[in-house]
């Protein structure tokens, strides 16, 4: 089964940096994509970024393009998502998810395991 564990939310001042870490568990990842996600509340869930396993080839958000990277650690099973220069608007959950194909990889509903997520909040 697998398993998305996020970490690394907070609390950071606009024009801060933080680092979201997600943990995945269960089987092998190679052929994975990985993708993060947010949502703030009254709105739908975003794509921000993602990530494929084998190779890393990137896709951002414009939102967030110049901004955030994404990566992973393969030998630790970890996907990252270095967040630079944050501003108010990105205050939200931030979920990783995994699926296996890299086809229109901002669709959220073609992600097929998420994690429970963890909250970015960004002060003026």
């Known amino acids: 089964q697998v398993q998305l564990v996020e970490s690394g939310g907070g609390l950071v001042q606009a024009g801060g940096s933080l680092r979201l870490s997600c943990v995945a568990s269960?089987?092998?990842?190679?052929?994975?994509?990985m993708g993060w996600f947010r949502q703030a509340p009254g709105k739908e869930r975003e794509f921000v970024a993602a990530?494929?396993?084998?190779?890393?080839?990137?896709y951002y958000g414009d939102s967030v393009k110049g901004r955030f990277t994404i990566s992973r650690d393969n030998a630790k099973n970890t996907v990252y998502l270095q967040m630079n220069s944050l501003k108010p608007e990105d205050t939200a959950a931030y979920y990783c998810?995994?699926?296996?194909?890299?086809?229109?990889?901002?669709?959220?509903?073609?992600?097929?395991?998420w994690g429970q997520g963890t909250q970015v909040t960004v002060s003026s």
């Open positions: 998810a995994a699926r296996t194909s890299w086809a229109v990889v901002t669709d959220r509903r073609r992600y097929d395991h």
């Open positions: 269960g089987r092998t990842f190679s052929s994975y994509v």
């Open positions: 990530v494929r396993w084998s190779g890393g080839s990137t």
